[in-house]
């Protein structure tokens, strides 16, 4: 294996010491990552736009910092995926959509300002379902991205390019945003961790929104130290914000660190029964039934505990974020910017708002706009937005009742491996399916955490663990002692490119 190679495999945690031990630069680093897109992203297409200008500058000023004896954050220098529905300055933002291609944000979103100030490296943008509305980046308007593992399968949504990247050691560490599930659906699909921090926990300024009461920034990495690293970065109070939580961030380090030493002493786990049974297979629940034997042999107490709402989180999820979608998406008119078509001088100010959003937005955009335009109307909205708001609130009280005799929850992450691209591709019901596990944190603002727990004929399994409000340490610290009781990490195992 080359020495580039070598690189690309460390973790972040060991990127970052490698580089304040000055036995790497940041430029070696980011320069091999760069070697290992240009081989690879032909097939796995992970990144819509590659910044090989901006990457390099961003790891030279890291080694001049070091150089000089400044002080370097414990994420200096360690190379990101950035999802493209996070807005860059100066950078095409597209959020997988042809409404926005060409556009050039002239901000940052506060997460990628409080990476670039940690001296974390972005790469360049990644692939997704088109305004992160898919669970396989089927939906991208540029074209799906295929999983690492197995290049005919999909690698997750919507932050399938991120999970891509990371599953393909292109980037050790990736940005995703998680609505229902886009961010622990695809890492378990391709061997990762993925956390979807408690709603409020990470500022969703500079995102641009799909559900606002939902959307979520969050890891994707290839250990829980690594994702619970980023986590810190990005986490925090932000006034721009006005559903930032103004609260101390939780020590999810600190606590991904004890985790790895496997005690679990005085916890207990709660396995939802709903999150089971029919529809899941036979692999995956082996999967988990195995990581739950290993939680028990840490010295948790594993209890059963019944969710009964859990099972009306889909059709409650899939009326309140269609809602929100065709509220936030009304701004793409092809008056302000964007795509603009039908401005000849001929056609009508409406006849152009038409012409564009039939020309810029795909089907699953449509389908999901018409779907939360229908349910907001009038005569409508008590008997569909209203009741899925009512369901939302009994999910809520569910997992605060589970959480009086439990301190986290776990299910599977998925009810399935990663599925062949295309297989789902004219089955949207199907396709929902593959957030089964994951819609109720989201309903609820919970954190959330997919940590790998194994393989099914060969390909990756996750458990997901939950916990409440602010109680993102409680997950990394058990997903921590899960991942040590394999004794590597699952990508580890990944096929060779």
Not at 164 to 172: E, L, M, N
Not at 375 to 390: E, P
């Amino acid at each position: 294996m080359s020495e580039g190679a070598e690189l690309t495999r460390l973790t972040a945690a060991d990127t970052a010491q490698a580089i304040a031990a000055g036995e790497v630069s940041a430029v070696e680093v980011t320069e091999a990552h760069l070697d290992r897109i240009t081989a690879t992203d032909d097939r796995i297409h992970a990144f819509l736009r590659v910044d090989s200008d901006g990457a390099l500058s961003a790891a030279r000023a890291v080694d001049g910092a070091r150089a000089s004896g400044g002080h370097l954050g414990p994420l200096a220098g360690v190379p990101l995926a950035l999802k493209d529905v996070v807005v860059t300055e100066g950078l095409e933002t597209t959020s997988g959509s042809n409404i926005l291609a060409g556009w050039i944000p002239p901000y940052d979103a506060t997460i990628t300002s409080r990476m670039r100030a940690a001296g974390i490296i972005i790469l360049g943008k990644t692939n997704m379902d088109e305004f992160a509305m898919g669970s396989s980046t089927e939906n991208s308007a540029f074209g799906p991205s295929h999983n690492p593992w197995d290049l005919t399968r999909v690698p997750g949504g919507s932050s399938g390019g991120s999970s891509a990247a990371v599953a393909g050691f292109q980037a050790p560490l990736a940005i995703g945003t998680d609505t229902g599930g886009s961010i622990r659906q695809p890492a378990a699909v391709t061997g990762l961790v993925g956390a979807k921090p408690t709603y409020g926990g990470v500022s969703r300024y500079g995102l641009i929104a799909f559900s606002s009461s939902l959307d979520q920034a969050g890891p994707i990495a290839r250990t829980v130290l690594d994702a619970a690293l980023l986590h810190r970065v990005i986490a925090g109070h932000d006034p721009a914000d006005s559903t930032s939580i103004d609260a101390p961030v939780p020590d999810v380090v600190a606590a991904a660190r004890a985790g790895a030493g496997g005690d679990l002493g005085g916890l207990t786990v709660g396995v939802v029964r709903e999150l089971s049974g029919d529809g899941y297979e036979p692999g995956v629940s082996a999967a988990f039934t195995d990581a739950v034997t290993r939680l028990e042999a840490g010295g948790a107490k594993v209890i059963e505990v019944s969710c009964p709402h859990f099972l009306y989180a889909l059709p409650a999820y899939y009326l309140i974020a269609p809602s929100e979608a065709s509220s936030n998406l009304a701004r793409f008119d092809g008056v302000r910017y964007g795509l603009r078509v039908g401005d000849d001088g001929v056609n009508g100010l409406e006849e152009v708002m038409s012409l564009t959003r039939d020309a810029g937005f795909g089907a699953e955009v449509k389908r999901r706009i018409i779907l939360g335009t229908y349910a907001l109307s009038s005569g409508y909205y008590d008997a569909y937005y209203g009741q899925a708001q009512k369901v939302r609130t009994l999910i809520t009280r569910d997992f605060a009742a589970a959480f009086e005799v439990c301190d986290v929850l776990v299910s599977p992450t998925t009810p399935t491996v990663a599925f062949p691209i295309g297989e789902r591709a004219d089955d949207p019901m199907a396709m929902y399916a593959a957030d089964l596990c994951t819609l109720p944190a989201s309903l609820a603002g919970l954190p959330a955490l997919s940590v790998p727990c194994g393989l099914s004929e060969g390909l990756p399994v996750g458990l997901q663990v939950m916990a409440p409000a602010l109680a993102d340490d409680r997950m990394y610290h058990v997903a921590a002692a899960v991942e040590a009781s394999y004794g590597h990490p699952l990508i580890d195992e990944v096929p060779p490119l």
